[in-house]
């Protein structure tokens, strides 16, 4: 328990403030694949990076996407928590609010026998604290089942969204829509049963604004 918890404080203390809130972000509509942006690391995952870049969600810098040249075995070794970067879009899905970047030279990016990028996240390289983009695609009496990228989809209890306490005894279905797009983080991993716990709930202790979720117009 002390190793964990000591783990869990050495985390969160890397953790990075956004430049800005949620508020006033660019659209993904208006971001064009190639184009150069600016942004900062906002954390690190065993399978890349999640970088602000001043849209409506973080974008993903997958561990592919990093070099060409070398073996990257974990994103620390090319970038930390609060780094400033210039990257470019790689993808962008504007529909289901995803974003993916890239620091590879433009050409360098194209590697017909390299899908890395499209792989489902293994379980095992997630870890309690990380911080995801999810997308909600069943919700039920108790909750939802959000889609991560991952081997398995996450589950976010309704009394784990920040939208339960003010819902006043409302069922999950009147706050929670299929297709919200929310930023989570991760409260339990069971490598054994392939299941993933997910909380909404922005921890007070992590620098930065509040998050919000993100519906489709």
């Not at 600016?38 to 890349?48: A, D, P, Q, R």
């Not at 070398?70 to 970067?85: A, C, M, W, Y």
């Not at 995801?132 to 589950?155: C, I, K, M, P």
Request: with cysteine; proline share 8%.
């Amino acid at each position: 328990m002390y190793v964990k918890d000591s783990q869990r404080k050495k985390k969160r203390a890397s953790r990075i403030a956004r430049p800005k809130s949620f508020d006033d972000r660019t659209p993904l509509s208006d971001l064009s694949i190639g184009t150069e942006v600016e942004g900062k690391v906002i954390s690190l995952t065993n399978f890349g990076a999640y970088v602000d870049v001043g849209t409506e969600c973080d974008g993903l810098l997958h561990i592919s996407q990093m070099s060409r040249t070398e073996f990257i075995e974990h994103p620390r070794q090319v970038l930390n928590p609060g780094d400033d970067i210039t990257c470019r879009i790689h993808r962008v899905n504007p529909d289901r609010k995803k974003l993916q970047l890239s620091l590879l030279e433009p050409g360098e990016d194209i590697d017909p026998d390299d899908e890395s990028d499209e792989d489902p996240i293994p379980l095992e390289d997630i870890a309690v604290d990380d911080e995801l983009w999810g997308e909600l695609r069943r919700v039920t009496a108790y909750g939802a089942y959000v889609e991560l990228g991952a081997e398995v989809d996450g589950w976010l209890h309704f009394m784990d969204h920040p939208e339960f306490g003010s819902a006043q005894g409302a069922p999950p279905s009147d706050y929670m829509t299929v297709g919200d797009r929310v930023r989570v983080w991760v409260s339990d991993v069971d490598n054994e049963r392939g299941r993933l716990k997910l909380t909404a709930k922005r921890p007070p202790d992590l620098p930065g604004p509040r998050r919000e979720m993100l519906r489709r117009p």
